[in-house]
């Protein structure tokens, strides 16, 4: 079993910066692909960004230039660097892993979301 416990988020002026972290931990042989992803009400969940084990890095385009992703493997932790937000931001944001799970295989993992308020 893999719990995702996330943290971050809230309520942030247009503007201003917000961070999100996710640790992931349970019977991980190792993480894979970490990201986030977002959904806003009444619409499907949309690619915030992603990121590697060997760091290399895909964002939505609607984000490039204001977020940043990055990942501790040591800690199994995925973060999310968001400046300039706007109130087109505003969603539940999910933490997202790919891991290789002992005598299991590859598995994708979700957290339960936490939202980030952008106020205009």
């Known amino acids: 079993q893999v719990q995702l416990v996330e943290s971050g988020g809230g309520l942030v002026q247009t503007g201003g910066s917000l961070g999100l972290s996710c640790a992931a931990s349970?019977?991980?042989?190792?993480?894979?692909?970490m990201g986030w992803y977002r959904q806003a009400p009444g619409k499907q969940r949309e690619l915030v960004a992603t990121?590697?084990?060997?760091?290399?890095?895909n964002y939505a385009d609607s984000v490039k230039g204001r977020f940043t992703i990055s990942r501790d493997n040591a800690k199994n932790t995925v973060y999310l660097q968001m400046n300039s937000l706007k109130p087109e931001d505003t969603c539940v944001y999910y933490c997202?892993?790919?891991?290789?799970?002992?005598?299991?295989?590859?598995?994708?993992?979700w957290g339960r979301g936490t939202l980030v308020t952008v106020s205009s």
């Open positions: 997202y892993v790919n891991a290789l799970i002992l005598f299991t295989g590859a598995m994708d993992y």
């Open positions: 990121i590697t084990a060997d760091g290399s890095t």
């Open positions: 349970g019977s991980i042989f190792s993480v894979r692909t």
